[in-house]
């Protein structure tokens, strides 16, 4: 999240427990949307969120630093992340979401700190992606941390015209400051992606890029079918380590 001058986020939880956020709709915010930020116990449910897709920092809800959000039911079109999960996020439910534009699901960026809580038990199932930069991606900075991402589950999405539908980028540099020939110290684990089918606009459809001095380990996939328009999509894995079983297309590199 790069601040602008005084745009304002339109609706941001701090500190709350208990909290349900229905039927809400939000039109064209100057920065995020919905911030859930150190919560316990929170519901999204019928939320519709729209923004131009060339809007900046726009993303349409952003969870933190929280426990048991369940997050159901939504459509999001923005200029950046539909959905951005950052640290200290635990047991996080997303069911049932429409996105693009935007630059998908994102858990991240991570690491913009060295002491950074992690990321666990985060369940995202039954998505569509129309669109958009990214589907369901990881990225975290170039540079060391003490942060994790551990125990995530992808499963039943579709992906139409997706730019990288399936992306780990553990490489992350915007402006190249302060993280240039570093590693990620981010550690990935036990992510399953299972059923995500549809096109990709671009032609390396599955894309980890892990961390040399953390590899990501414990990465499955499960009946993936991502074409790249006349031609095969193709796998790109470095430092990862994984399985695939069922069918996976592109070919998997694990």
Partial sequence: MHLHGRRAQSLTFRNSKDVVI????SFNSELYHIVIDYCERVWVHGVRIT???SSPNT???HVQGSNHVNITSVGIRTGDDCISIGPGTTNLWIEQVACGPGHGISIGSLEKGFEEKGVENVTVKTTVFTGTQNGLRIKTWGRPSEGF???VVFEHASMQNVQNPIIINQNYCPGHKGCPNK????KISEVTYSDIHGSSASQVAVNFDCSATNPCTGIGLQDIKLTYGRSTAESSCKHVDGTASGFVMPPSCL
């Fill in 22 to 25: 229905s039927g809400l709709t």
């Fill in 51 to 53: 923004a131009p897709e």
């Fill in 59 to 61: 993303d349409g809800i």
């Fill in 149 to 151: 991402v551990k125990g």
């Fill in 183 to 186: 590693n990620s110290g981010v």
